[in-house]
């Protein structure tokens, strides 16, 4: 690590902070009364992001498959904060399954609210699963790409973490197809730290699974799918665990 790239690293975290908080005041006359223009904010500093990210430290962004337009359920591999930018941009109208305590985030919890994100306690899991379903199944009427992490938080390249029912249960549900996303961000934008690192970030969505499965037939298979394609494009970009 040269003192450079990390100074670089740093201040493109900076900037990236003052720029979430100019693009949300800027765009609040039009986000507090739209749905569209919160969407249209939060698109606009996903490309701030990605462009500088290039730009200060070197990491260029690629998205590959075929990402949704229609409503679907979305289960990707979480590494850190540039997955939910680069999904998030690379779809029509999508919507997070969040922690609760996000929505208290100056600007982000606000915006996160108005473009349908659902907050869920990670509490009690019994209450927290079934508040979950009742709170998507009242979102239901927005149409959209629900996006949730099936390991329920960022986990480190080389970390193992076991993946959360409460996917399958809204799979099952919502009985709308399931396009599992790999990711290798995490080799770039680590989970905790202040460098980013030069190369290929990539998010890549995957072949659908259809609904119909029973879920635990599904979990099964979104996490071989996930784990397979993200071990894969974690070692194209020259990771080894």
């Excluded at 005041?25 to 249209?40: D, E, I, Q, Y």
């Excluded at 899991?125 to 079934?130: E, F, K, N």
């Excluded at 949730?148 to 970390?159: F, K, L, M, N």
């Excluded at 995957?206 to 784990?227: C, H, S, T, W, Y």
Aim: contains cysteine.
């Amino acid at each position: 690590m040269t003192p450079i790239r990390w100074l670089l690293s740093l201040v493109f975290i900076i900037q990236m902070y003052l720029a979430m908080a100019v693009i949300a005041v800027l765009f609040a006359p039009w986000a507090l009364f739209s749905r569209t223009g919160a969407r249209a904010a939060c698109k606009t500093y996903c490309r701030w992001v990605i462009f500088t990210l290039r730009l200060l430290c070197g990491t260029r962004c690629e998205v590959r498959g075929t990402p949704p337009t229609g409503e679907a359920v979305i289960a990707a591999k979480h590494q850190s904060f540039l997955d939910i930018i680069l999904i998030f941009n690379a779809v029509p109208a999508g919507k997070f399954i969040m922690k609760r305590e996000l929505i208290y985030t100056p600007f982000l919890g606000q915006y996160a609210l108005k473009i349908g994100c659902v907050p869920v306690n990670r509490g009690k899991r019994g209450a927290a699963i079934q508040k979950m379903k009742a709170d998507v199944a009242a979102g239901a009427a927005e149409p959209g790409q629900l996006i949730i992490y099936p390991q329920g938080t960022r986990v480190a390249p080389g970390d193992q973490k076991p993946y959360k029912v409460g996917t399958g249960l809204l799979y099952e549900q919502l009985g709308q197809p399931c396009i599992p996303v790999a990711t290798n961000v995490g080799v770039f934008w680590p989970k905790r730290g202040i460098l980013r690192k030069p190369g290929l970030a990539v998010v890549e969505f995957l072949d659908p699974i259809d609904p119909g499965l029973k879920v635990q037939d599904f979990m099964a298979r979104l996490e071989a799918e996930v784990e397979t394609h993200s071990n894969r494009l974690m070692a194209e970009a020259g990771f080894r665990a």
